[in-house]
């Protein structure tokens, strides 16, 4: 098994720019998630998902759009690009038991820097 | 909302025993967890605490009070490939997690 992958793994862009990020795992996982991580901030949570079609924001969700269509994929929309969603991209997956959304698996990260 | 402190350093030498506080404010509590971070790479689930007490993994054990709102990771014979950072989540939500800033262990030889 893969597990969580991301794609890219680096990306620069233009303020402005649009741009997916996208998640996969193959664990066959009804959550997902997606955090960014910015320097002593820990991980914060932008938007999550508990099933194919059924999306929920986090904490910081402005400026990115998510869906769900299939309970494999889960990517990652930038709108409008802007100098502050420079950042570390993480994905994670979990099952849906009572004790699993504690355990989460990490995909190996996007660095985006937007210029 | 929800706010978690643990130490941003700490530092110690291989074979000793360190402990990484954290405490927690949280609306609800569904349980604590711990993961390990080497160089920005993924996070890597450690451990989880719902109930109070001391949990063990191998080397690592980890220890939650509810009533204290606080808990900690005890990493025992320590070796070089621990360094990393740990990060304390609680699981506020029933399918949130919400982490720490992270504490950053250099252990040395």
């Known amino acids: 098994n893969a597990g969580v992958t991301q794609t890219p793994k680096f990306q620069v862009l233009k303020t402005g720019q649009s741009m997916t990020l996208q998640c996969a795992q193959d664990?066959?996982?009804?959550?997902m998630s997606w955090y960014r991580q910015d320097p002593g901030m820990g991980l914060r949570l932008i938007h999550y998902?508990?099933?194919?079609?059924?999306?929920d924001q986090g904490e910081v969700p402005n400026g990115y759009n998510v869906s769900r269509s299939t309970t494999e994929d889960f990517p990652l929309r930038l709108l409008s690009a802007a100098p502050s969603q420079t950042s570390v991209y993480f994905c994670a997956s979990s099952s849906t038991s009572f004790f699993s959304y504690n355990e989460q698996f990490f995909g190996p990260g996007t660095r985006l820097t937007v210029l | 909302g929800q706010s978690l402190e643990q130490p941003s350093e700490v530092t110690a030498v291989e074979g000793a025993i360190v402990q990484i506080n954290c405490t927690y404010q949280?609306?609800?509590?569904?349980?604590l967890s711990w993961y390990q971070q080497h160089d920005g790479g993924a996070p890597t689930f450690l451990s989880y605490n719902g109930l109070d007490g001391l949990e063990e993994t191998g080397r690592f054990s980890s220890f939650l009070s509810r009533s204290d709102s606080y808990g900690y990771l005890l990493l025992q014979e320590l070796q070089m490939k621990d360094s990393a950072s740990y990060f304390c989540a609680v699981r506020s939500g029933y399918s949130t997690l919400t982490f720490g800033k992270g504490t950053m262990l250099l252990v040395s030889p």
């Open positions: 664990m066959n996982h009804e959550y």
């Open positions: 949280t609306s609800g509590f569904y349980g």
């Open positions: 998902s508990v099933g194919a079609g059924i999306t």
